[in-house]
C-alpha cells in the first residue's frame, strides 16, 4: 500500500530537550511538507522540500530543523529553542506541479501529538 | 499577508439534509483549490480539487469554484452522521512553489 507514515503517534518532551519526528512516504513524490496544528487552528507550513538535498523555510520554521538525504523520508527536529512545542505535527507529500494541477495535492500522514512536559 | 477564511461553526443540519460549507480567499491568482475533512484527532483527508470556474461533483460532493468573487463551496448531499468533522479549505498561492494556506476549518455537526 502506498502511503506516508510517521512515528511515534505520541511523544513527550522535556524541558530543553530536542526531539525528532520521522516522516516517511513511498508514493514516489517529490515534495516533502511539515505543517503544526493548534487547537482551532488551521495547519502552518514548518518547512518544505521539493527535491532531495533541498529545503526552505516555512511560515514558522524558528525552532525547527528539517534534513532531507532520501526522497523518501524528512525528519522533523523540534529544538530546544521552540519556546512552544505542544501541538499536533502532520507531515505530507506531493508532486512538484509539473504534470498537471493533481500534482498539486497533497497527502497527509497520520500525525504526531507532541506534548511538552 | 494571503488568507483564506472560513466560518468556524458549528455548522448542524440534520440527517438527510444539504450541507454547504463556504470558504473565501484573497491570493486573486490562485488556481488551486482543495477541501480536507478532518475527523477529530485525526490528520486531514483530501476528499475534492477544483480547479476551473464551475461546479465539480464527486459522489455525494460538489465543489463549486468563482474565481471572480474569490469563493469556494463545498456541498454534501444526503448528509450523513459520518459526515460529522472538520472542513478544511486550502488554497494554493500563485507563483513559486506548491504552498497551500489553509483556512481554520468549519465543524459539521449532522444529527439523526
Known amino acids: 500500500d502506498g502511503g506516508i507514515t510517521q512515528s511515534p503517534k505520541y511523544l513527550f518532551r522535556k524541558e530543553g530537550q530536542n526531539v525528532t519526528l520521522s516522516c516517511e512516504q513511498n508514493l514516489n513524490h517529490d515534495a516533502m511538507y511539515w505543517y503544526r496544528q493548534d487547537p482551532g487552528q488551521g495547519l502552518r507550513l514548518i518547512y518544505y522540500s521539493q527535491i532531495v538535498n533541498d529545503f526552505q523555510k516555512g511560515d514558522i520554521a524558528e525552532g525547527y530543523s528539517v534534513s532531507r538525504e532520501k526522497k523518501e523520508s524528512f525528519p522533523l527536529t523540534v529544538t530546544s529553542a521552540q519556546k512552544n512545542p505542544t501541538a499536533f505535527y502532520l507531515c505530507a507529500s506531493s508532486g512538484t506541479g509539473g504534470a498537471g494541477p493533481r500534482e498539486n495535492e497533497q497527502f497527509f500522514g497520520p500525525g504526531t501529538r507532541l506534548t511538552v512536559l | ?112
Open chain 2, 1 to 112: 499577508q494571503k488568507e483564506v477564511e472560513q466560518n468556524s461553526g458549528p455548522l448542524s443540519v440534520p440527517e438527510g439534509a444539504i450541507a454547504s460549507l463556504n470558504c473565501t480567499y484573497s491570493d486573486r491568482g490562485s488556481q488551486s483549490f482543495f477541501w480536507y475533512r478532518q475527523y477529530s484527532g485525526k490528520s486531514p483527508e483530501l476528499i475534492m480539487s477544483i480547479y476551473s470556474n464551475g461546479d465539480k461533483e464527486d459522489g455525494r460532493f460538489t465543489a463549486q469554484l468563482n474565481k471572480a468573487s474569490q469563493y469556494v463551496s463545498l456541498l454534501i448531499r444526503d448528509s450523513q452522521p459520518s459526515d460529522s468533522a472538520t472542513y478544511l479549505c486550502a488554497v494554493k498561492i500563485s507563483g513559486g512553489y506548491n504552498k497551500l494556506i489553509f483556512g481554520a476549518g468549519t465543524r459539521l455537526a449532522v444529527h439523526p
